[in-house]
């Protein structure tokens, strides 16, 4: 029996700014501004961490950047609403819980966490979860990989991290646990028979 440890975004749900800019917003140049001004921020970064709340953030946001007031509301208060599951990953979890033990570790916001927990019952599946709002801590840093160990008892030798950022496995691996890096160029389920866990 293993412990099978998976990222969230663009492991078990798709995660695409771009995309998600798409489908709120027609103009080239405003999608461009906003992918600068909101997905790639350190406040974005610091709602995963929990240390600003979606209000504190959004008044944030604003404040930087007025011209695009109307613009930030909207996607703030829709953005989760395009976090679909990547179906033929998530198929994979009834089969790998029945050797294995299931967790999640990943960076994510507080409203739209509870969203999708909320919408979706695999959730039901997993052993525990560790959640980056949640111990105010982020991957790559080492402690919430020890949060993660030591909440659930994990043996390193004896757990596996799916991820799709090299950063966050290479963390993983310094200590002990073994990294399997997910790039869709290679099916999730071809990773597991390589590991021999399917």
């Known amino acids: ?47 995963d961490r929990g240390s600003l709340s979606l209000f504190q953030a959004k008044k944030l946001f604003i404040d930087k950047n007025p011209d695009l007031k109307d613009e930030i509301e909207v996607l703030l208060d829709n953005w989760k ?29 507080e409203e739209a966490f509870n969203y999708i927990t909320n919408k979706y019952s695999f959730f039901e599946l997993f052993d525990g979860m560790v959640v980056s709002y949640e111990v105010k801590l982020i991957k790559p840093e080492r402690k919430i990989y020890e949060i993660l160990l ?34 869709s160029e290679l099916s999730l389920e071809d990773l597991f028979k390589l590991e021999k866990v399917l």
């Open 1 to 47: 029996m293993k412990n099978i440890v998976f990222d969230l975004g663009n492991v078990l749900f798709k995660f695409e700014p771009d995309e998600i800019l798409d489908g709120l917003f027609n103009d080239y140049h405003t999608k461009e501004k906003l992918k600068q001004s909101v997905f790639k921020t350190t406040i974005w970064r610091e709602l």
């Open 81 to 109: 609403n395009f976090l679909h599951p990547i179906d033929e990953n998530v198929k994979l979890l009834p089969e790998l819980k029945k050797n294995n033990r299931l967790y999640i570790l990943s960076n994510f916001h």
């Open 150 to 183: 030591s909440r659930y008892s994990l043996v390193p030798q004896d757990t596996i991290f799916v991820d799709d950022t090299e950063e966050n496995i290479k963390a993983a691996q310094e200590l002990g646990i073994n990294g399997l890096l997910y790039k």
